[in-house]
């Protein structure tokens, strides 16, 4: 089992910048894909950004050019910066790995960005 853990959400005013980080823990070895997803009020989860373990990314048409996401596999951390948020970029962002077919999910971290 993976534990992933969230950090640097927050409140930022509309075209500021934020960076999440995602530390994951446990069965780390052997995770496929991590990345991140994120859910507004009223609105299903979304894939926000992920990363394979051969380095290759998929973003979201909404943040491409945006967000960054990066992996550091010897620390087992995920990253997403964030530039030029808007207003709808606000929502609960979650953690997620895939291993062996099964996802882990960290708990959210509120991102908050304010017109």
């Known amino acids: 089992q993976v534990q992933l853990v969230e950090s640097g959400g927050g409140l930022v005013q509309a075209g500021g910048s934020l960076r999440l980080s995602c530390a994951a823990s446990?069965?780390?070895?052997?995770?496929?894909?991590i990345g991140w997803y994120r859910q507004a009020p009223g609105k299903q989860r979304e894939l926000v950004a992920n990363?394979?373990?051969?380095?290759?990314?998929n973003y979201a048409d909404s943040v491409k050019g945006r967000f960054t996401i990066s992996r550091d596999t010897a620390k087992n951390t995920v990253s997403l910066q964030m530039n030029s948020l808007k207003p709808e970029d606000t929502a609960v962002y979650y953690c997620?790995?895939?291993?062996?077919?099964?996802?882990?999910w960290g708990q959210g971290t509120q991102v908050t960005v304010s017109s």
């Open positions: 446990g069965r780390t070895f052997g995770i496929n894909v």
């Open positions: 990363i394979n373990s051969g380095g290759s990314t």
């Open positions: 997620n790995a895939v291993r062996q077919g099964f996802n882990s």
